[in-house]
Structures are given as structure tokens and as C-alpha cells.
């Protein structure tokens, strides 16, 4: 499945809230790829760290510089 979105703004939040979709609806053994430009938002504490529980990383993540 593709998936994509057009809004009036490109927040940390917004992006946060396009991924709820895909990790909420995929079946937990399903395996998906998320394929991002290099915005900020796409790096963003808000999305690494819930990508990273998703995967199971319980690592500290350190701090966004």
C-alpha cells in the first residue's frame, strides 16, 4: 500500500499523526517501509522515539542536537 497526505502545514505534529495510520492498522508480523525526504519534522523526538518502541529499540535515543 502507498500512502500519502496534502495539508497547510508540515509539523512534527502532522507527520506524528500520518505514521498513527500505517502502525495502527498493520498487523503486528506485517513488516512495512516508510520511505521520508530529509525534512526535520522526519527526525523529529515526537516520531523517533514511538518508530523506535514500535521496533522494539529500548535504547536511550540520546538528544536531538
Known amino acids: ?7 497547510d502545514t ?8 500520518f505514521m498513527r495510520g500505517p502502525s495502527a492498522s498493520a498487523a503486528p508480523a506485517v513488516p512495512w517501509r516508510v520511505v521520508c525526504d530529509n525534512l526535520n519534522t522526519h527526525l523529529s523526538k515526537g516520531i523517533v522515539r514511538p518508530v523506535a518502541d514500535c521496533c522494539g529499540i529500548e535504547d536511550d535515543l540520546g538528544e536531538k542536537e
Not at 500500500?1 to 495539508?7: C, D, I, K, Q, S
Request: proline letters at 0%; hydrophobic letters at 40%; charged letters at 25%.
Open 10 to 17: 508540515r509539523t512534527e505534529q502532522d507527520f506524528v499523526a
Open 1 to 7: 500500500m502507498v500512502r500519502g497526505t496534502v495539508g
